[in-house]
């Protein structure tokens, strides 16, 4: 289990290099060259990354993240991104909301100041803004228009807002979005070999590799391909609430019908399985894990398993495993977890 590092459990001259890195980082002057230099000295010791962390939640917590003398009305536990377009159709910077480490509780400051510091210096455009989560970690984020993304485990996003469209690219990972209306400017996500286009709704997209599944939970998406063969014209759908269609190089499937709050059961914090498969089941909780499960015994995979799961507790899930199906649970040495048949 990790445990929060506090300010006061830090040496004085980390605390010192990480506040100058902060203020530095937020200057209108900042090069190039000092994102570089940030980047390295973030890698160098995991204890930089420690002390970013700690100075940045005691930064937020006495509201002096703004010291440039910005409002922070409406805009609690979030750090103000940087604008180089000051055009009034681009709206207000987004918000953050807090991190979610499931299993730890703990906020990592550091990835979101890479995020919002470094996405200028990495060839994405000056309005290009990038979130990123790590393995078992989930981020919440309001966008300057206040539609919300809430990304899941292990996940990559980059959002593009102008006064003409709203783009976004989902790079990797999994996002649930639920998008305000604005006839005047779409709102487009691309993932893979997709492009979804959102009428005024709320959607998920997974991206797996170059495979996209897109379920939506309320109103209608556009679903078009993207880079189709020369032989024929590209597929677009619509997708209505409850529906789910998958995506890659050699098309659009046909929509099938879901219960798409099970579906989504990750916003939650949760895994509802109706009927999974063992091998189905293995394969999500290691999207959240970082040791490896796997089943020793190949006649198991097809061993079905059905039951709400909370996907911080990994304990808990292997447990009830042993006592519903007789699947049992053997840590090795190197930590992974190897699945095979309970005695009877």
């Known amino acids: 289990m990790m445990s929060h590092t506090t300010a006061s459990e830090l040496s004085g001259a980390m605390q ?10 937020r200057a209108d002057d900042v090069s190039a060259a000092d994102r570089e230099q940030f980047a ?5 010791n995991p204890a930089h990354r420690q002390a970013m962390d700690a100075m940045l939640a005691m ?22 991104a940087r604008r180089s377009d000051p055009d009034e159709n681009t709206a207000a910077p987004a918000r953050y909301g807090r991190r979610r480490w499931l ?4 906020a990592l400051a550091a990835s979101l100041v890479l995020a919002v510091l470094l996405a200028p210096g990495l ?19 309001t966008l300057p228009d206040g539609s919300t993304v809430k990304l899941n485990t292990d996940s990559r996003l980059f959002v593009s807002y102008s006064a003409s469209e709203r783009q976004l690219t989902l790079a990797r990972g999994e996002a649930f979005f639920k998008v305000q209306h604005d006839t005047s400017r779409p709102f487009l996500v691309t993932a893979g070999n997709t492009e979804v286009r959102a009428l005024g709704t709320a959607f ?3 991206l797996t590799g170059e495979h996209s599944e897109i379920t939506v939970t309320e ?6 391909e993207l880079n189709a063969p020369d032989a024929r014209p590209a597929h677009s759908e619509l997708l209505y609430s409850d529906q789910r269609m998958r995506g890659d190089k050699a098309g659009l499937s046909a929509a099938d019908t879901v219960d798409a709050e099970s579906l989504l059961a990750w916003r939650d914090g949760k895994l509802v399985a109706h009927g999974m498969p063992l091998g189905a ?20 995979t097809q061993t079905t398993v059905s039951g709400v799961f909370q996907l911080e507790d990994l304990d808990s899930i292997l447990l009830a495993l042993e006592h519903t199906v007789g699947v049992r649970s053997v840590t090795l040495d190197d930590g992974s977890v190897q699945l095979i048949r309970a005695p009877l």
Do not use: M
Request: charged letters at 25%; glycine letters at 8%.
């Open 123 to 141: 060839g994405l455009g000056p309005d290009t803004q990038e979130y990123r989560t790590r393995l078992g970690e989930q981020l919440a984020v």
């Open 40 to 44: 390295l000295w973030l890698a160098a």
């Open 16 to 25: 010192d290099q990480a506040c100058q890195w902060i203020v530095r980082l």
């Open 59 to 80: 930064w937020e917590d006495l509201e002096i993240l703004n010291y440039r003398g910005e409002s922070r009305e409406g805009r609690e536990e979030s750090i103000p």
């Open 103 to 106: 299993g730890t509780g703990l």
């Open 219 to 224: 109103g209608v998406v556009r679903i078009t």
């Open 204 to 206: 998920n997209i997974l």
């Open 281 to 300: 089941l293995v394969t999500e909780l290691s999207r959240y894990h970082p040791n490896r499960i796997f089943i020793a015994e190949p006649d198991l």
